[in-house]
């Protein structure tokens, strides 16, 4: 029996595939690591999407979703802290979360854009933040060719099919379709990004928020571009120079964007830390949601 055709109150917790019909989120391709206390941390060689649904209770909810991306370069999900640790964090203020489990690149060699004699690929390498302006088009890809990762366009597509979903089923789960945003993180950000920059008018998330993941193609900002919200370290090299860039963008363009840069230490974040600035990005997101009216 598929989940969706009972009463959502009565499970507020549970796993689909991108049709809507009830699934395992760990497939047969899929290898995880787990947390001491047996829950998943890391999802690895995912070729089939799935997500996970968590429901707030009644009497919290808000009506507001989140699409959560997870990290992992594009070769494994931060599942635990990114997916899981989150989705407690926001079911508590009474936002509805949806772990998506995009497909992954699988470990085999990219293919190479064509260039005038065979030019190798060159690897962005920017000392930090400043560098932003040696960045085109706010694309920040590792790959410099002009070669996009082959698995960028697929998780994009999954990512819009779970907006999609989402939608389709929001007044069964408790939400208002007018209130479903993505949040990604590292790689997940670039994915929530690019699947933005595809989106149709139906399938435009109503708001796009990304913890340290930049852009991995070029930005032309949409007419109908979301609300965005960026936190990053500043001494992230070569995201937090495409976070800056990714956020002048979308500026330049007229849409609304708000930047968190945290000058207290190298690389990405955890779900919370009390004893450094980042620590309060969570904080600053959910207050960004409530002044923007989506909560």
């Known amino acids: 029996m598929s989940l969706l055709a009972l009463d959502p109150l009565s499970a507020r917790v549970f796993t689909l595939d991108l049709n809507g019909n009830e699934a395992p989120l760990?497939?047969?391709?899929?290898?995880?690591?787990?947390?001491?206390?047996?829950?998943?941390?890391?999802?690895?060689g995912t070729t089939e999407a799935a997500?996970?649904?968590?429901?707030?209770?009644?009497?919290?909810?808000?009506?507001?979703a989140v699409i959560i991306c997870s990290g992992g370069a594009l070769m494994f999900h931060s599942w635990g802290n990114d997916v899981e640790k989150m989705a407690a964090w926001l079911n508590e203020r009474g936002v509805a979360v949806i772990g998506l489990k995009y497909r992954l690149r699988q470990m085999q060699p990219r293919p190479a854009a064509p260039a005038p004699g065979n030019t190798p690929a060159m690897r962005l390498q920017l000392p930090d933040i400043t560098g932003f302006d040696q960045l085109k088009n706010a694309n920040a890809?590792?790959?410099?060719?002009?070669?996009?990762?082959?698995?960028?366009?697929?998780?994009?597509?999954?990512?819009?099919?779970?907006?999609?979903?989402?939608?389709?089923?929001?007044?069964?789960?408790?939400?208002?379709?007018?209130?479903?945003?993505y949040l990604g993180y590292s790689a997940g950000g670039g994915v929530a990004i690019e699947a933005t920059l595809r989106a149709d008018a139906a399938s435009m998330p109503s708001f796009?928020?990304?913890?340290?993941?930049?852009?991995?193609?070029?930005?032309?900002?949409?007419?109908?571009?979301?609300?965005?919200?960026?936190?990053?370290?500043?001494?992230?090299?070569?995201?937090?120079?495409?976070?800056?860039?990714?956020?002048?963008?979308?500026?330049?363009?007229?849409a609304n964007a708000e930047m968190y840069i945290y000058d207290d230490g190298q690389g990405p974040f955890g779900p919370g830390d009390d004893h450094s600035t980042s620590g309060a990005w969570r904080e600053h997101f959910y207050r960004w949601l409530v002044s923007n009216g989506w909560i």
């Open 141 to 181: 890809s590792p790959d410099q060719s002009g070669a996009q990762d082959p698995s960028l366009a697929p998780a994009a597509e999954d990512a819009i099919r779970t907006i999609r979903l989402v939608r389709a089923h929001a007044a069964e789960w408790g939400i208002d379709p007018n209130r479903v945003g």
């Open 26 to 44: 760990i497939n047969d391709s899929d290898q995880v690591t787990y947390d001491s206390d047996g829950t998943i941390q890391r999802i690895s």
């Open 51 to 64: 997500v996970k649904v968590f429901l707030p209770d009644a009497e919290k909810n808000t009506g507001a």
């Open 208 to 254: 796009l928020a990304s913890c340290y993941g930049p852009s991995l193609t070029d930005v032309s900002v949409p007419d109908n571009a979301p609300n965005l919200f960026i936190a990053v370290r500043a001494q992230h090299n070569n995201v937090a120079a495409g976070m800056l860039a990714l956020f002048l963008e979308w500026k330049k363009s007229g």
